[in-house]
């Protein structure tokens, strides 16, 4: 039995699912404090709720999948960003707080994605053609 697989599962949903939705909440709220909101930024952010709010394992597989996803983009584009940076006292400092805060987004939607496969197991649902 592996570590993941010791984890109790709604644990697996909920801590991932509350750490998306505070930080759509967070971008809402910036956004609405820096001068407006726009449409699309909304709908991008309102993404983050999808695992709170609708707990299916569609959902959770999905959005562990597409967060993955962009969170790996990021986390890709921002090392090369703070590489070309230059290195200074705070900026070393700032390095690792970004880099520890896309670290724990990568790991919250391979959880995400973890519960999901999880759940769709514990359904029984099987991709086996008869």
């Excluded at 599962?9 to 509350?18: H, N, R, V």
């Excluded at 449409?39 to 609708?54: A, G, K, M, S």
Aim: charged share 10%.
């Amino acid at each position: 039995m592996t570590f993941i697989q010791r984890i109790p599962l709604k644990y697996l949903i909920y801590i991932p699912s509350a750490y998306f939705a505070l930080l759509g909440a967070y971008d809402i709220i910036s956004d609405i404090l820096n001068g407006g909101i726009k449409t699309e930024n909304l709908l991008f952010n309102l993404i983050f709720f999808l695992p709170l709010v609708f707990r299916r394992w569609y959902i959770l597989l999905s959005c562990g999948v597409v967060f993955g996803v962009f969170w790996i983009w990021q986390f890709t584009v921002g090392s090369f960003l703070l590489m070309d940076a230059g290195t200074s006292y705070g900026n070393v400092w700032r390095s690792l707080a970004l880099w520890l805060f896309l670290l724990a987004s990568m790991l919250c939607s391979f959880m995400l994605y973890h519960a999901g496969s999880r759940l769709k197991a514990s359904l029984g649902i099987t991709h086996r053609i008869n």
